[in-house]
């Protein structure tokens, strides 16, 4: 192999962890979510950590609990409980993209009513790293693109 090949295999190897890879979907919008702090005031974050340190208190917690206590643990860990993030459809699934607040500033405005009335999509590729079981966090934007199609909702 010559060195050129070389460098840029190794190139590769070093730039992409294990955890990151290459996605591509589209905006889905959920009518009533909460998936972290972002955007709530200190005094609705006290109220949050309130109720969450309740439920650590229950004896026999269901596993809907157990999971959201979790979630919501890993949301901590991986300091992802305060960034702002979107739901993405992808081929397998919908899942929560955490985001830079810049590459936000680019997403916030699309609203799931004009899309929809407008029969367009947003469309992403993005590389993302996994953080731990279900965190998913966006390390580069490579595109936003508003196609034709159907805006995915759910309740």
Known sequence: MNKSK?????????????NDKIIEGDLAFKTVDFSNYYGLNQNKIDKFDG????MLK?????ND?????????NLKKYNVIKSPYIRLKTKDSIIIVYLKENDFEKVKNY????????????????????????????????SIKEVHGKTYTSK
């Open 6 to 18: 070389l460098f840029f295999l190794v190139f590769i190897l070093i730039s992409c962890s294990r």
């Open 51 to 54: 109720i969450i340190d309740s």
């Open 58 to 62: 229950i004896k026999n917690p269901s």
């Open 65 to 73: 609990d157990l999971s959201f206590l979790s979630y919501m643990d």
């Open 111 to 142: 609203n799931s009513n004009d899309l929809i009335s407008n029969n367009r999509k947003i469309n992403f590729k993005m590389k993302i790293e996994t953080r731990g079981k279900e965190i998913y966090y966006c390390k580069e934007l490579i």
